[in-house]
């Protein structure tokens, strides 16, 4: 498995344009975090839970878990997570409308040194920040 660019979901980044105000930086980022961690955990099955209506539509429960088991496999255990950016933007054209968050962070992990992590986030119906997107590269 190529870890140059290993794609996991439904990747959406479009035109970055913005940075988020605080109060949406603070939800996305807590939204992010505790998908992180259920990933950090080994609970794919609950962080495909923890996602977007339209992420869990695309991808199969059970794609999902597999495709994350075989990447986090490939990596390791999380060593070192540091945010590093964090981007606001609209749907348009190739996703649904809405907001949209992704949160960058430069990771480290037991077998890849260097990572870059990117997390997309959704705000979905209810106005709950929950994930569209991941990778690693």
Known sequence: L??????LAL??????NKTPDEETSIKA???AVKFL????SGKYVQS???SSDHLQKTLPQEKWRAQ??????????IVERVKDEVTYLE????MPAGEYVVISFNSKFSDKEYVLESVTLHLGA???WRVAGYFLK
Not at 11 to 16: D, F, H, Q, S
Not at 68 to 74: D, F, S, Y
């Open 48 to 50: 495909w839970e923890a």
């Open 29 to 31: 980022t807590d939204a």
């Open 91 to 94: 749907g348009d054209g190739d």
């Open 68 to 77: 994350l088991a075989e990447i986090r496999e490939t990596v390791g255990t």
């Open 2 to 7: 190529l870890l140059g660019l290993m794609t």
């Open 126 to 128: 209810g106005k709950e």
């Open 37 to 40: 961690y259920l990933v950090d």
């Open 11 to 16: 990747i959406i980044i479009p035109a970055m």
